[in-house]
């Protein structure tokens, strides 16, 4: 349709033809530009891929060792052998001879009577006294 129309065009609209394959041109070499643009960064692209898969292979190991490791260390060394003997340590001591009363009636206090040693600070026998009969055992 346009081509046909080319022969007999009025300067005005030669003008725009102009001015619009100016436009054209700068279009072009914008294109060129931006495809150049393109490959360079589909080359970092791939550099970055290649560099995310060596990050990957070094980070894979430690990643599945260390949840291996706090796995076993829960487990084993915290909840069954220091809390329930602790626990349960305590609770035996802690039983009035006198009246038989247990747990939080008994408390430990300091015997300032028996000293342990002097220095670097001064460290006493302890000796638990029921609250409830005033008993010290
Ligand atoms: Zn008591």
């Known amino acids: 349709m346009m081509y046909n129309n080319l022969n007999n065009l009025s300067p005005e609209d030669e003008e725009e033809l102009r001015q619009l394959e100016g ?5 072009f070499a914008l294109l060129e530009k931006s495809e150049i643009q393109i490959s360079l960064l589909k080359d970092e692209n791939s550099q970055l891929k290649a560099q995310i898969q ?3 292979q070094k980070s894979r190991p430690s990643q599945y060792k260390s949840p291996q490791v706090e796995t076993i ?5 915290v909840i069954p052998t220091i809390i329930p003997a602790d626990t349960s340590l305590r609770q035996n001591k802690r039983k009035c001879p006198n009246c038989g009363a247990m747990g939080f009636s008994i408390k430990e206090v300091d015997d300032k009577t028996k000293i342990i040693c002097y220095s670097p600070r001064r460290i006493y026998m302890k000796k638990r006294v029921c609250t409830k009969c005033r008993f010290e055992f």
């Open 54 to 56: 060596k990050l990957q």
């Open 73 to 77: 260390k829960v487990p084993k060394e």
């Open 23 to 27: 436009q054209i041109t700068e279009l």
